[in-house]
Nanobody
Framework: QLQASGGGLVQPGGSLRLSCSASGANVDSYNIGWFRQAPGKEREWVSCITGPSGSTRYADSVKGRFTVSRDSAENTVSLQMTSLEPEDTAVYYC????????????????????WGQGTQVTVSS
């Protein structure tokens, strides 16, 4: 089971740190992805971290502004978001994808078989 937290209201240019906590699964053994969905829009992949290697990937829209990281001791994955823009406003979800040998984490939503409830991020002045 996954649970995302840390959302809130922030002004443009501000920062937020989202956290995804896992129970019943080790975050080192899964790829963990972050997705978001804005009102009236399709779900969008944001970032992910590969279980075994810890390698990371980012959507072009957030590259250089967002950082995904993992705390194995706490069994959590975090998404540090900086230089936030109104376009980042969305409900953010974390999801777990089974690891495939030799493959990095995927941006493809249907590959993820466990999803947490979302956390709302609103960027507005």
């Amino acid at each position: 089971q996954l649970q995302a937290s840390g959302g809130g209201l922030v002004q443009p240019g501000g920062s937020l740190r989202l956290s995804c906590s896992a129970s019943g699964a080790n975050v080192d053994s899964y790829n963990i992805g972050w997705f978001r969905q804005a009102p009236g829009k399709e779900r969008e992949w944001v970032s992910c971290i590969t279980g075994p290697s810890g390698s990371t990937r980012y959507a072009d829209s957030v590259k250089g502004r967002f950082t995904v990281s993992r705390d194995s001791a706490e069994n959590t994955v975090s998404l540090q978001m900086t230089s936030l823009e109104p376009e980042d406003t969305a409900v953010y979800y974390c999801a777990a994808e089974p690891v495939r040998s030799g493959w990095s984490c995927s941006s493809y939503g249907p590959r993820h078989d466990r999803w947490g409830q979302g956390t709302q991020v609103t960027v507005s002045s």
